[in-house]
């Protein structure tokens, strides 16, 4: 029997028949390395496209804001402004207040203004919900001077580390989830492989779940890249993960009887 590797299985996946008999027979473990790698190709474009709109709003929004941001000192737990007034900075191209910094003290909390940013005396208030707030007294802040060099420096720095960081988060959701899909996905494989007349161990099912997976993860990202929104996707790309599934036990199920399982596995 031939034996594929995992790069082939991204494409063999739609169609071949040999490349299930072949993940059931001489592929070993549950096939959480293929999904991670798998997991790691997929997230790539959306990666990509944060790291491009995190640039362009450094360098094409993040400047409009800062031109309306005022000198802020902080000294001894106190901050000042260079005037002892409201400064109001409206989100970009709306009248909408995004970030309030009062160092005045006409306004102390989030309850008394709509932005959902706010900068007072001795506070940093960022509201994250309209339940949840949350406060950062400048009694622990060192004494600095926040201006638009500094700002400016801390962007461009985290820009560098942002992508890889972005990434590595991303690729772990991805494979938890997935990892997670073709555990659950193995009871019904071995449901369907029953229907057959044959069994397996679980974690070969566990494997063959994870390679069916991949038409429908694969499409997913086509449609994401190309920006094509999908009606009723979770349903469809659903139905897709289990035609498939039945696909994989189907083409394993022409296998000799002896020759269903990977080698070490005990044939029911």
Known sequence: MRKFTW???LWLSF???QLYQSVARQWRGIGSLYLLILSALVVLPVTMEIRADYLAFV????PLYLDELPELTIQNGTASTPEDRPYIINEKGTTDPFIV?????????????SPPVLITADRLYIRKSDVETRSFDFS???DMTIDRSLIE?????????VPPFTYLI???????????QAMVYALLAGWFARKQGFSMRYPSFVRISAVALTPAILIDMLLGILGLPLPFANVLFMVLEVMYLRFAIQSISQLPTDKHDDES???A
């Not at 360098?59 to 993040?62: G, R, S």
């Not at 991303?170 to 997670?180: E, K, P, Q």
């Open 59 to 62: 360098e094409n929004d993040l």
């Open 140 to 142: 622990t802040f060192p």
């Open 265 to 267: 596995s005990i044939i």
């Open 170 to 180: 991303l690729v772990t959701f991805a494979w938890s989830w997935r990892i997670t």
């Open 153 to 161: 420096r801390f962007m461009t720095t985290t820009s560098k580390f």
């Open 15 to 17: 169609f071949s028949r």
């Open 101 to 113: 910094v009062d160092t005045s003290g006409k306004i102390t909390d989030l309850e008394q203004t």
């Open 7 to 9: 790069w082939q299985a």
